[in-house]
C-alpha cells in the first residue's frame, strides 16, 4: 500500500485537515477568494484525487514512523481528533488485532481558521466519511468505533494508547479533556499529542518524553509522550 483508497470527498476533507495537502496552486486561489469559498468549494473541486491520494499517503506514513516503536500488537487505541483516519488505518494494517476508538466532530465549520479555539467549536469532519475511509481500506467494522463528540456517551475503558496528533492542545486547550483522560487512563497508557507548551505538561504527568520538535513551522510545536498522570 503507497495510496489510500479514497473519493472526492475523503479527499476535500483531507485537505481541510491537513493543509500542506493543498497544492500551491490552490493555496493561492484561497488567498484570492477566501476562506469560505475555499472550506466549501475549491478545496473539493479543484483537486487532484490520485495526487491527494499519495500525499496523504506519504504524509501519514511520516506521522507513523514518528509514534512507530510505542506501538504493538494487541493494543486498545482512541484517537482523538483523527481526521480522515490514515495514521490510525496504518497502525491496523501493521499491528495485528489493534481495536481503535475514534472521537470525533461531525461538522465542517463554515470557514476554517485552524487557529486556537478555546472552546472547541471548529471543526473539519465527517463521521460518516471516517468510517467509509476505513472500510474502502479494508478495516472491518467489527474493529473499530466511531464516537461523535458532541452527541456520544464517550467510551470510558481503559486505553493503551491515546493520541492526537495536532488537535489536543494545538487547537484546543488539553483541560477540555484532562478529567476524562484521567478516567480512561492508568499507569501503563500512553498519552501522544502535540503542543506548544511542553513545560506545563510536566506539571500534569509524571514521565513527559518530546519525541518529535516541529523546527521550521509557524507554531514550533512538540510531540510529547506522556505518561502517569498526576
Not at 25 to 33: N, P, T, V, Y
Not at 188 to 214: A, G, M, P
Amino acid at each position: 500500500m503507497e495510496t489510500f483508497n479514497i473519493n472526492r470527498n475523503i479527499a476535500h476533507l483531507a485537505i481541510l485537515q491537513r493543509i500542506e495537502l493543498a497544492s500551491p496552486k490552490l493555496k493561492k486561489i484561497r488567498k484570492l477568494f477566501g476562506r469560505y469559498l475555499f472550506t466549501k468549494f475549491f478545496s473539493k473541486y479543484f483537486i487532484n484525487i490520485s495526487d491527494i491520494s499519495k500525499n496523504y499517503y506519504n504524509l501519514m506514513y511520516t506521522e507513523f514512523t514518528s509514534i512507530k516503536s510505542f506501538l504493538k500488537d494487541n493494543q486498545n487505541i482512541l484517537s482523538i481528533g483523527s481526521g480522515v483516519g490514515g495514521l490510525e488505518l496504518l497502525i491496523y494494517k501493521n499491528f495485528k488485532n489493534s481495536k481503535i476508538n475514534f472521537i470525533e466532530k461531525n461538522y465542517i465549520s463554515e470557514k476554517i481558521k485552524y487557529g486556537w479555539d478555546d472552546k472547541n467549536l471548529e471543526a473539519y469532519n465527517d463521521v460518516d466519511l471516517l468510517e467509509k475511509f476505513l472500510l474502502l481500506n479494508g478495516v472491518r467494522k467489527d474493529e473499530f468505533n466511531i464516537h461523535d463528540f458532541d452527541k456520544s456517551v464517550l467510551p470510558q475503558k481503559k486505553f493503551d494508547l491515546i493520541l492526537s496528533l495536532y488537535s489536543l492542545d494545538f487547537h484546543y486547550k488539553f483541560e477540555i479533556y484532562e478529567e476524562y483522560l484521567k478516567e480512561i487512563s492508568d499507569n501503563n497508557t500512553i498519552i501522544i499529542f502535540d503542543t506548544i507548551r511542553y513545560e506545563y505538561f510536566k506539571k500534569i504527568f509524571k514521565e513527559v518524553i518530546i519525541i518529535k520538535e516541529d523546527k521550521f513551522t509557524v507554531h514550533k510545536s512538540k510531540r510529547i509522550l506522556c505518561r502517569f498522570m498526576k
